[in-house]
């Protein structure tokens, strides 16, 4: 299994990034897939995931500004996140869990990580 994350930089306060996360390997047939993200100093945290069927949810401090969504076809999820502040600032992971949860701990999987830097 091989998850590959793209889409990081750098980007000033108010501006937008997509991030990719590209999923191979990955034989069960139902799955969720989530974005995770680290800031130094902080523990790892859940922004926001999507079922195989394409149901989402988000943190709180995703919602309204992230969006996930996946296309089966190319085996990818993304997420668009807007409006960004400084405290986005952190590495983002994707990973795959085959149970509907939030925490870390429950995904089986992960990507490498893309580095996100909100700053003017």
């Known amino acids: 299994v091989q998850l590959v994350e793209s889409g990081g930089g750098l980007v000033q306060p108010g501006g937008s990034l997509r991030l990719s996360c590209v999923i191979s390997?990955?034989?069960?047939?139902?799955?969720?897939t989530g974005w995770f993200r680290q800031a130094p100093g902080k523990e790892r945290e859940f922004v926001a995931r999507?079922?195989?069927?394409?149901?989402?949810y988000s943190s709180d401090s995703a919602a309204g500004r992230f969006t996930i969504s996946r296309d089966n076809a190319k085996n990818t999820v993304y997420l668009q996140m807007n409006s960004l502040k400084p405290d986005d600032t952190a590495v983002y992971y994707c990973?795959?869990?085959?149970?509907?949860?939030?925490?870390?701990?429950?995904?089986?999987?992960w990507g490498q990580g893309t580095q996100v830097t909100v700053s003017s």
């Open positions: 990973a795959v869990s085959d149970k509907l949860t939030v925490a870390t701990a429950g995904y089986d999987y």
């Open positions: 390997g990955f034989t069960f047939g139902n799955y969720y």
């Open positions: 999507v079922s195989w069927r394409g149901w989402t």
